[in-house]
């Protein structure tokens, strides 16, 4: 009888193990892949290699003279970061309004960190190619304690890319670019 019953639960459990395994998974949204990607490049700054390229020719004059071509390589090196993600126009965009880097820069210049823990993005009902997202953050200025801060937005998506993204949060936003934590 007990191994009668034994078989029974193994059968059971092999039959779970079967039927999860057979389960077809859920279908990921690549666009909301995409925008999590942005946002990560975006929000854990400081990025070293940026700040790196950014400033170099302005360490000295020699530095300078030796690097007249740091414009077209720090452009080149945004192109690859945030490139493959944004539609040709909103990358232009996305450039134009300083949005790359900017919390890099932030982070650099009033020596803090940002580390993205969670990111929620939703589909609009309304408008499909919109996404809606949120993202909490550990905000770590030197020699303060850790915060956590949340930032949202939107996301516009065409063609499995960015076309636009704006940030919501402005004095949040205000406080994190102009050193001002509270």
């Known amino acids: 009888m007990h191994k009668w019953k034994s078989g029974i639960v193994i ?56 690097n007249d071509g740091f414009l077209e390589e720090y452009q080149t090196y945004t192109r690859e970061t945030y490139g493959p993600y944004f539609t040709e126009s909103g990358f232009e965009q996305f450039i134009m309004h300083a949005g790359a880097f900017m919390f890099h820069r932030a982070a650099d210049e009033y020596e803090y960190q940002l580390k993205v823990k969670h990111i929620d993005v939703e589909q609009n009902e309304v408008t499909p190619t919109n996404y809606n997202f949120t993202v909490e953050l550990d905000y770590e200025k030197k020699e303060e304690e850790k915060r956590e801060i949340k930032i949202s937005g939107i996301a516009i998506v065409r063609e499995g890319k960015v076309a636009k993204i704006t940030y919501h949060d402005k004095d949040l936003l205000r406080s994190l670019l102009y050193g001002e934590q509270k």
Do not use: M, W
């Not at 666009?31 to 940026?50: F, R, S």
């Open 11 to 66: 059968v059971f459990i092999l039959s779970c193990l079967l039927i999860i395994g057979c389960a077809k998974p859920e279908p990921q949204d690549e666009n909301i892949e995409v925008i999590k990607t942005v946002l990560e490049l975006d929000l854990n700054a400081p990025d070293e290699e940026a700040i790196r390229r950014l400033h170099e020719p302005y360490r000295s004059k020699e530095a300078e003279q030796a």
